[in-house]
């Protein structure tokens, strides 16, 4: 599979340039080999990027919704165009399946797309007055200057995601995407300029994350941050946005579990969330991770788990026949085979998998862990891999003291066909996003946030763009 060209430089004012503090590979996960190259901001080119965003900011928040939201959906059209293409790069460069690829571009296509459409239906609200013959308008107002700070597991659709509703609500950006898929944020910002995006409103930067970041939140200009990321860099961010009251939007880990109850049809629940768990390595702060197994049917689940974890082929996404494609880089599969051996010595017993695969690339092996002990690293760090637990419950009370044992609060999912025992739970777990009998997937038109350790803020829907907006109060009265 042949690819384009991957190298990465920044965006600033309209322009492409090199970076001045030098540059660092575009490493293949899938190969361990470089295919391109990202080039690094200094100190200068940050404050570049902030003082084009803050001149932009004026001229793009005057115009109307449906300006902004032209342009927003002629990029995603032409994303839609070039797809194929940019699937090649986004496959290289995180170690996706071509599925897996394709699959989050398209959803980048729809997110762009749609928050194109809600750039035209934001609307303020009329208040009667408390005097005779007043009123009270609820205005929103665009905040100013954005920075979006983006990950390596999603680079697409995440960068999408920010881009779109920052811009549908007359903000101006400064966004800094992942350096290890740096193609795929120049990508989409490419698809924005040939929109006729106007010079400014997006500037593009790579650099050292702290140091970048620390530079970013310093500024004046900033109104608001929104990241993805881990709990662990979202607190730091939150310490530097604090001095400036910078708005935060911050969507941080998770660790989902899955309750199964005596009652579930297992061959569903292994169909529904196989490819939550799965999927892209397993590096997704929704997917499936913990599973609590009612003690009739635990067994059964652990077996049929394993069974289905077995039938994924390994390999490079452009391998025909592949289906599960690499995790992102070294420190992943170190991530990975400590936390297996920590819960291996305390008891935990390997179904399957376990083992880092002895070839080329960053690849281990899709496990399933059964007896798993509560003094478990893995049960309360986030895994990011493909691995799953199953630990044994025996009420509804103990499901949800278990679900909610650890320290996020993302996503959790529900497989019961008793009303009883669902409302029981829903009302019971720590977690904003929860599927019952199905996964609970983030999509452009509702909002979605993390509580407590999983973040603050909305995005999605018009929660997410309202994000980036403040509700000004107008009273107003006859002279």
């Given at each position: 599979?042949?690819?384009q060209?991957?190298?990465?430089?920044?965006?600033?004012?309209?322009?492409?340039e090199?970076?001045?503090?030098?540059s660092?590979?575009?490493?293949?996960?899938?190969?361990?080999?470089?295919?391109?190259?990202?080039?690094?901001?200094?100190?200068a080119?940050?404050?570049a990027?902030?003082?084009?965003?803050?001149?932009?900011?004026?001229?793009?928040?005057?115009?109307?919704?449906?300006?902004?939201?032209?342009?927003?959906?002629?990029a995603?059209?032409?994303?839609?165009e070039?797809l194929?293409?940019?699937a090649?790069?986004l496959?290289?460069?995180?170690?996706?399946?071509?599925?897996d690829?394709?699959?989050?571009?398209r959803?980048?296509?729809?997110?762009?797309?749609?928050?194109?459409?809600?750039?035209?239906?934001?609307?303020?609200?009329?208040?009667?007055?408390?005097?005779?013959?007043?009123?009270?308008?609820s205005?929103p107002?665009?905040?100013?200057?954005?920075?979006?700070?983006t990950?390596?597991?999603?680079?697409?659709?995440?960068?999408?995601?920010?881009?779109?509703?920052?811009?549908?609500?007359?903000c101006?950006?400064v966004?800094?995407a992942s350096?290890?898929?740096?193609?795929?944020?120049?990508?989409?910002?490419?698809?924005?300029?040939?929109?006729?995006?106007?010079?400014?409103?997006?500037n593009?930067i790579?650099?050292?994350?702290?140091?970048?970041?620390?530079?970013?939140?310093?500024?004046?200009v900033?109104?608001?941050?929104?990241?993805?990321?881990?709990?662990?860099?979202?607190?730091r961010?939150?310490?530097?946005?604090?001095?400036?009251?910078?708005?935060?939007?911050?969507?941080?880990?998770?660790?989902?579990p899955?309750?199964?109850?005596?009652?579930?049809?297992?061959?569903?629940?292994?169909?529904?969330?196989?490819?939550?768990?799965?999927?892209s390595?397993?590096?997704?702060?929704?997917?499936?991770?913990?599973?609590?197994?009612?003690?009739?049917?635990?067994?059964?689940?652990?077996?049929?788990l394993a069974?289905?974890?077995?039938?994924y082929?390994?390999?490079?996404?452009?391998?025909?026949g592949t289906?599960?494609?690499?995790?992102?880089?070294a420190?992943?599969?170190?991530?990975?085979?400590?936390?297996?051996?920590?819960?291996?010595?305390?008891?935990?017993?390997i179904r399957t998998g376990g083992?880092?695969?002895?070839?080329?690339?960053?690849?281990?092996?899709?496990?399933?862990?059964s007896?798993?002990?509560?003094d478990?690293?893995?049960?309360?760090?986030e895994?990011?891999g493909?691995v799953a637990?199953?630990q044994?419950?025996?009420?509804?009370?103990?499901a949800?003291?278990?679900?909610?044992a650890?320290?996020y609060?993302?996503?959790?999912?529900?497989?019961?066909?008793?009303?009883?025992?669902?409302?029981?739970?829903?009302?019971?777990?720590?977690?904003?996003?929860?599927?019952?009998?199905?996964?609970?997937?983030?999509?452009p038109?509702?909002?979605?946030?993390?509580?407590?350790?999983?973040?603050?803020g909305?995005?999605?829907?018009t929660?997410?763009?309202?994000?980036?907006m403040?509700?000004?109060?107008?009273?107003q009265?006859?002279?």
């Open positions: 599979m042949a690819a060209n991957l190298d990465a430089h920044l965006f600033i004012d309209g322009r492409w090199e970076g001045n503090s030098g660092q590979p575009n490493i293949d996960p899938g190969t361990g080999d470089a295919i391109g190259l990202v080039t690094l901001a200094d100190a080119q940050v404050q990027a902030l003082d084009a965003a803050q001149r932009a900011f004026p001229a793009w928040s005057a115009l109307t919704g449906q300006a902004r939201g032209a342009i927003l959906k002629k995603s059209a032409l994303l839609a070039c194929e293409e940019v090649v790069g496959l290289l460069e995180s170690g996706k399946t071509k599925a690829a394709t699959g989050e571009l959803r980048t296509v729809e997110t762009l797309a749609w928050n194109g459409e809600e750039a035209s239906r934001i609307s303020g609200k009329v208040h009667q007055g408390i005097v005779a013959g007043s009123t009270r308008l205005v107002t665009p905040l100013g200057v954005v920075v979006a700070i990950p390596w597991n999603f680079p697409a659709v995440l960068v999408g995601r920010k881009l779109g509703a920052a811009l549908a609500a007359g101006t950006v966004l800094k350096e290890f898929t740096p193609y795929s944020a120049r990508a989409i910002v490419q698809t924005l300029v040939d929109a006729g995006l106007p010079d400014g409103v997006v593009l790579y650099g050292d994350p702290a140091a970048v970041s620390e530079q970013l939140l310093a500024s004046p900033v109104k608001a941050v929104s990241f993805t990321g881990s709990t662990q860099v979202g607190k961010l939150a310490a530097l946005a604090a001095p400036n009251l910078i708005r935060p939007i911050f969507e941080l880990g998770g660790h989902a899955v309750i199964v109850w005596s009652d579930a049809d297992i061959e569903k629940v292994i169909q529904v969330t196989a490819p939550a768990k799965f999927g390595a397993g590096q997704s702060c929704v997917a499936p991770t913990r599973y609590l197994a009612h003690h009739s049917i635990h067994d059964a689940l652990v077996e049929a069974a289905k974890a077995q039938t082929k390994l390999g490079h996404g452009n391998e025909e289906t599960l494609g690499s995790v992102a880089h420190g992943r599969v170190a991530s990975f085979l400590q936390l297996v051996d920590d819960a291996v010595a305390k008891g935990a017993v083992k880092q695969i002895d070839r080329r690339g960053f690849f281990v092996e899709p496990t399933v862990l007896s798993v002990t509560s478990a690293e893995i049960l309360a760090e895994p990011f493909p637990t199953v044994s419950i025996n009420s509804v009370d103990e949800i003291q278990l679900a909610n650890g320290l609060s993302f996503a959790a999912y529900v497989f019961t066909d008793s009303i009883a025992v669902r409302d029981k739970l829903v009302a019971g777990l720590h977690a904003s996003n929860i599927g019952v009998n199905q996964t609970a997937p983030s999509l038109d509702v909002a979605l946030g993390g509580l407590g350790n999983s973040g603050y909305y995005e999605g829907g929660e997410g763009v309202l994000a980036y403040h509700l000004r109060l107008v009273s009265s006859a002279a």
